[in-house]
């Protein structure tokens, strides 16, 4: 059994592609004192995502890394990595990352990347979850926050929230319901790392 991270407060870096509504209420927590952490950096791959503009208003360190200015994705994540390195960052939080993550960052970051999913995972993995769960006819969806594994939407479970799909429902107003639970649990899974109280046995997360 591996344990994540040690207690004390967390630094983290954000790594988003568009709006950043999961990047405030973890900005919230942290400003609340739900949560022991410090946003260190934001990083995107989208030049207009709206998150880097919310990250200079909070004055927190923010770039712009895009896919395209380096020759492949090995070279595009290692300049990801220099920079979370540079500021020595703990875990690294996707929230709203548009993008598989490869090999390097997931070699240099193992079990150190985490990822939010709105949907009960191992159910509606991939893009448009909500749209999925609608069309599918399932009762419950919900949120799911895991470990970012080489699969997609695949690695390990570290806590999860349910929302009731009601009979009109559209992909719109499920995903609106879901978002405001994944604003809740996201900032309580990082709690947990920031208490050193989440460990890793084989895919199985073990909550102490
Ligand atoms: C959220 O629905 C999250 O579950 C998914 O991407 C969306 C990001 O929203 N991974 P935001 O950019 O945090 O508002």
Same mark, same amino acid.
Request: glycine fraction near 6%.
């Given at each position: 059994?591996?344990?994540?991270?040690?207690? !004390?407060?967390?630094?983290?870096?954000?790594?988003?592609?568009?709006?950043?509504?999961?990047?405030?209420?973890?900005?919230?927590?942290? $400003?609340?004192?739900? #949560?022991?952490? =410090?946003? +260190?950096?934001?990083?995107?791959? /989208?030049?207009?995502?709206? +998150?880097?503009?919310?990250?200079? *208003?909070? *004055?927190?360190?923010?770039?712009?890394?895009?896919?395209?200015? @380096?020759?492949? /994705?090995?070279?595009?994540?290692?300049?990801?990595?220099? /920079? %979370?390195?540079? @500021?020595?960052?703990?875990?690294?939080? #996707?929230? !709203?990352?548009?993008?598989?993550?490869?090999?390097?960052?997931?070699?240099?970051?193992?079990?150190?990347?985490?990822?939010?999913?709105?949907?009960?995972?191992?159910?509606?993995?991939?893009? $448009?979850?909500?749209?999925?769960?609608?069309? @599918?006819?399932?009762?419950?969806? !919900?949120?799911?926050?895991?470990?970012? $594994?080489? !699969?997609?939407?695949?690695?390990?479970?570290?806590?999860?929230?349910?929302?009731? +799909?009601?009979? $009109?429902?559209?992909?719109?107003?499920?995903?609106?319901?879901?978002?405001?639970?994944?604003?809740?649990?996201?900032?309580?899974?990082?709690?947990?790392?920031? =208490?050193?109280?989440?460990? %890793?046995?084989?895919?199985?997360?073990?909550? /102490?």
């Amino acid at each position: 059994m591996i344990r994540i991270t040690e207690p !004390g407060r967390l630094r983290l870096a954000v790594l988003a592609s568009g709006r950043g509504s999961n990047f405030t209420a973890i900005c919230q927590a942290i $400003d609340e004192g739900r #949560l022991d952490a =410090e946003i +260190v950096v934001v990083i995107s791959d /989208k030049k207009e995502a709206p +998150v880097l503009e919310k990250a200079r *208003n909070r *004055n927190i360190d923010h770039y712009h890394i895009a896919l395209q200015d @380096y020759p492949d /994705k090995a070279a595009y994540e290692q300049e990801i990595i220099k /920079k %979370l390195q540079a @500021y020595d960052i703990q875990l690294v939080v #996707l929230a !709203g990352y548009m993008r598989l993550v490869g090999k390097e960052l997931l070699e240099t970051y193992k079990w150190k990347i985490i990822n939010i999913h709105p949907a009960l995972l191992p159910a509606f993995p991939g893009l $448009d979850a909500q749209q999925q769960a609608v069309d @599918y006819g399932v009762r419950f969806s !919900g949120c799911t926050v895991h470990f970012v $594994d080489d !699969g997609v939407d695949s690695g390990p479970i570290i806590l999860q929230r349910v929302v009731e +799909v009601l009979p $009109d429902d559209t992909a719109d107003t499920l995903s609106e319901r879901i978002l405001q639970q994944e604003h809740q649990v996201y900032a309580e899974a990082l709690q947990l790392f920031a =208490e050193g109280k989440v460990y %890793l046995k084989q895919r199985k997360v073990v909550i /102490k």
